[in-house]
């Protein structure tokens, strides 16, 4: 039996943390043909997107998906992530969190390596009200 990847619990793990210090949860993800995401927010393949409780409805982080749904410019859409497309979980406020290799075709693998970041600075706006430019570089922490 093959070992299950850490990235889902880290996600999940992450978002529990930010609820226990009053943060905001995001998460960067590499938009592919099994990404349910509104088109009009994604730029150059990626959306990042607010996935705290106040943002999101029924949201569920199990091991192969993240969904929910949230307002896009005043519109309720679903939203279905699989967590292969997932490139980082990070706290708005503090950048904390943690950056993922997403292959190119994130669906044919699950399994990917995983390495701490610090997020850059994300601005006060957020994903749910309107699109984001991607980050400019992540950095490694110790």
């Known amino acids: 039996m093959s070992e299950q990847s850490a990235k889902p619990y880290l996600i999940r793990a992450i978002c529990e943390w930010c609820a226990d210090n009053g943060l905001t949860p995001y998460i960067a993800v590499k938009v592919s043909g099994q990404t349910r995401v509104p088109a009009a927010f994604v730029k150059n393949g990626e959306i990042v997107l607010n996935i705290s409780r106040g943002a999101t409805r029924r949201l569920t982080i199990d091991n192969e998906w993240v969904q929910f749904t949230a307002r896009f410019s005043g519109t309720s859409q679903e939203v279905a992530v699989p967590i292969s497309a997932i490139a980082g979980v990070f706290a708005k406020e503090s950048g904390y969190g943690f950056a993922f290799t997403v292959p ?7 399994h990917a390596a995983t390495a701490p970041i610090e997020a850059p ?4 706006a957020t994903a749910d009200k309107k ?8 950095q490694v922490i110790k």
């Open 104 to 110: 190119s075709d994130p669906v044919t693998s699950l």
């Open 131 to 138: 699109p984001r430019e991607r980050p400019k570089h992540l």
């Open 121 to 124: 600075d994300v601005d006060a």
